[in-house]
């Protein structure tokens, strides 16, 4: 098993550009979640999943959006990129009530 | 106020010594986690913990819910338990997690 993958690993973005970062897991969980971490802060969840076709907003939602097409899949869509979303980015997983795997990150510099 | 504190914010510690990472949070939880980063960013569940203690290897997690603090003890500490330890709650059973700061330790040889 890759258990959660994320691509890419590194990006630099220019102020107003559009990316997609994409997290593939392949234990079959039913509930998925993007979070950021900032230096010196704790990660902050932005969107999560308890299945395809069902999403919700996080702690910090504003500038993302995500889709849940798949079990498999839960990319993570960042619209105008500004200054404020350099940061790295996890993808994790889950079962309901169980602990949380987590994706290598992406390492995303706005610039 | 953050609602996970954790103490202290840096650790270091000579190879064998007994480590004990706190945590306090100041809401009702269903459950409190316990997580590693490694150094090249990695993020590994430990542990999973509502009531009591839970053991695996040299790691020790307790909890104490009347109280709203868990900790997390390592012994006989090696240099490969150089990390970031995170503790995050679930406020209501939704799996949706609060984290704290994080714990930076370093064990020297």
């Known amino acids: 098993n890759a258990g959660v993958t994320q691509t890419p690993k590194f990006r630099i973005l220019k102020i107003g550009q559009s990316m997609t970062l994409q997290c593939t897991q392949d234990m079959n969980h039913n509930y998925m979640y993007w979070y950021r971490q900032d230096p010196g802060m704790g990660l902050k969840l932005i969107y999560y999943?308890?299945?395809?076709?069902?999403?919700d907003k996080g702690e910090v939602p504003n500038g993302y959006n995500v889709s849940r097409s798949t079990t498999e899949d839960f990319p993570l869509r960042l619209e105008l990129a500004a200054p404020s979303q350099t940061s790295v980015y996890f993808c994790?997983?889950?079962?309901?009530?169980?602990?949380?795997?987590f994706g290598p990150g992406t390492r995303l510099t706005v610039l | 106020k953050n609602e996970v504190e954790q103490s202290p914010q840096n650790l270091t510690a000579q190879e064998g010594e007994f480590i004990t990472i706190n945590c306090s949070y100041s809401?009702?939880?269903?459950?409190l986690h316990w997580l590693q980063q490694h150094p090249g960013g990695g993020i590994v569940s430990l542990f999973m913990?509502?009531?009591g203690k839970k053991k695996h290897g040299r790691l020790i997690a307790t909890i104490n819910i009347q109280e709203k603090h868990s900790s997390l003890h390592i012994t006989a500490s090696h240099p490969r338990d150089s990390a970031v330890y995170i503790c995050?709650?679930?406020?209501?059973?939704?799996?949706?997690?609060?984290f704290g700061t994080g714990t930076r330790l370093q064990v020297f040889p």
């Open positions: 999943s308890v299945g395809a076709g069902i999403t």
């Open positions: 994790a997983s889950s079962y309901p009530g169980y602990e949380q795997f």
């Open positions: 809401v009702g939880i269903s459950a």
């Open positions: 995050a709650v679930d406020r209501d059973n939704t799996d949706k997690l609060i």
């Open positions: 913990l509502s009531s």
